[in-house]
């Protein structure tokens, strides 16, 4: 795309330092690169992406002022609302060293792009008269359930009793009160989302959604904000980034499907941040086991609450596990996916793996922990009708039954084949003159004339 004698414009990307933000801010990354931009990337030193893998792009560290504590003690809000505090000078700093940089060799900027999470980056583009564009990584829903949730507790209506639990939002069908994305330290997580729904002088908002899935609530925002918005994912579909894990997948499970049969194999994820009980993956080992499908399982070292990783599991389960299943520390989450084998998913319902499921026409089990993954499981069974929900607790006897509806009733097949149904539907909107091809276009037309 490069013009001879004409210099690259520079795009500045800030993302927010967790696994499930990194990767599609990289994703969009390389879309811009491959559009003929060049790319900056300002990170955290917490989850700093591994610059080794992307060596088209620069890389800028800010400062670990934030601390650990927070990260440590699971106060991911704390965290994050403590680095918006405290990187804005370095920001700043940051800015002006890439600013210094394209009087000599380097592109012009053309635009900030930051994760709606890093607001701090877009007082600094303010501050410094620079475009900038918001990139939210989640779903459009979620920004719909952010509004609602805010307009409830105004209104005095939330923390709600648990006899409401199943009542239904009007302004947010079908998700109910139980399914708002309502953390704990819900001052915080307010707090953060009202800096976040501000967008300032941001040019536009880019979803990593699609057209297909979110038409309403897309359309919804469209009325509530002043800027164009820019739905253009799936984008680890669109994008030819290599994987931006901050962990080293284990590349070993997939020699392990290639011996599976077509279709058999559940694969098991909790994502990079949800935590577990020692008790709950006790059950999640037996509900595995006696539901007799061979499972591919992704077990994070310290995801678990009181124990380094599966040496705890008793040995008769270990030897169980053994004969049909495969277990990780991580895994090459898109190409498993993506693998013949797999028949089914039982996620924690993140909005990245929601999105990669779907593509691959992978029906899924939701067992939803926090935040936005109950929303996201609530729209994949009674939206998309591509899962169904296990709503108690992790108990083995659930996990087994879920598994075998999913697998091997006749309500899974009709899964399965709606689910082959969506990602052809998905498909056709990233073709050309598809919704996220157009809207992509018209972003990077929006970039150019900065
Ligand atoms: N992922 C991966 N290997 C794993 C588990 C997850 O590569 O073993 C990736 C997954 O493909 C997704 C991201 O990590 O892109 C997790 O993001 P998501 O939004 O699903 O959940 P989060 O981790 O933010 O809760």
């Given amino acids: 795309m490069e013009k001879q004698g004409k210099r690259r414009r520079r795009v500045v990307l800030v993302p927010a330092p967790f696994q499930g933000h990194i990767n599609p801010m990289l994703q969009l990354g390389s879309i811009l690169h491959s559009n003929g931009f060049s790319i900056t990337v300002v990170h955290a030193q917490y989850n700093s992406p591994n610059p080794s893998i ?52 380097d592109g012009l900027i053309a635009c900030i792009i930051y994760d709606e999470f890093m607001y701090f980056s877009g007082e600094t583009a303010e501050d410094l008269n620079l475009p900038s564009i918001i990139l939210s990584t989640a779903s459009a829903s979620y920004f719909i359930a952010r509004t609602a949730l805010i307009q409830l507790k105004t209104e005095g209506q939330i923390p709600f009793p648990e006899f409401r639990s199943k009542d239904l939002i009007p302004e947010c069908y079908p998700l109910r009160f139980k399914d708002l994305p309502i953390f704990k330290k819900l001052e915080d997580f307010l707090q953060l989302v009202n800096k976040a729904s501000n967008i300032r002088s941001s040019s536009a908002i880019i979803y990593n959604t699609i057209d297909c899935l979110e038409n309403s609530s897309l359309a919804k925002i469209q009325q509530q904000c002043q800027v164009p918005i820019f739905p253009i994912g799936p984008m680890h579909r669109i994008s030819s980034a290599s994987s931006s894990s901050l962990l080293e997948e284990d590349t070993s499970c997939m020699a392990w499907l290639d011996k599976q049969n077509f279709n058999s194999v559940i694969y098991v994820s909790w994502g990079s941040l949800a935590l577990m009980d020692v008790k709950e993956l006790v059950e999640m080992g037996w509900g595995l086991v006696n539901s007799q499908q061979p499972f591919l399982w992704m ?71 926090f935040g936005d993954q109950r929303m996201n499981a609530r729209y994949v069974s009674h939206v998309w009708n591509v899962g169904l929900e296990l709503e108690s607790e992790l108990e083995r006897g659930k996990i087994e039954r879920a598994i075998r509806r999913l697998m091997v009733d006749e309500e899974g097949k009709e899964m399965q084949k709606r689910g082959k149904n969506l990602k052809e539907r998905v498909e056709l909107c990233t073709r050309k003159g598809g919704s996220s091809n157009s809207s992509l276009n018209k972003l990077i037309e929006m970039i150019m004339s900065f």
């Avoid at 560290?61 to 405290?86: C, E, K, M, R, Y």
Wanted: hydrophobic content about 40%; aromatic content about 8%; charged content about 20%.
């Fill in 54 to 105: 992307h060596p088209d792009f620069s890389f800028l560290p800010l400062p670990d002022t934030s601390s650990d504590h927070n990260i440590l003690a699971g106060h991911l809000l704390a965290f994050v609302l403590q680095l918006n505090t405290n990187c804005k000078a370095r920001l700043q700093e940051c800015f002006a060293q890439v600013m210094r940089q394209q009087d000599s060799d």
């Fill in 299 to 369: 077990v994070r070292p310290s995801s678990i609450r009181g124990a380094e990783w599966i040496e705890i599991l008793p040995k008769s389960l270990i030897e169980n596990i053994s004969k049909r299943g495969y277990i990780v520390k991580w895994a090459p989450q898109k190409e498993v996916l993506a693998h013949g084998a797999i028949g089914g998913f039982l996620s924690h319902c993140g909005w990245n793996s929601m999105l990669e499921s779907i593509c691959e026409g992978v029906p899924i089990i939701c067992r939803p922990c």
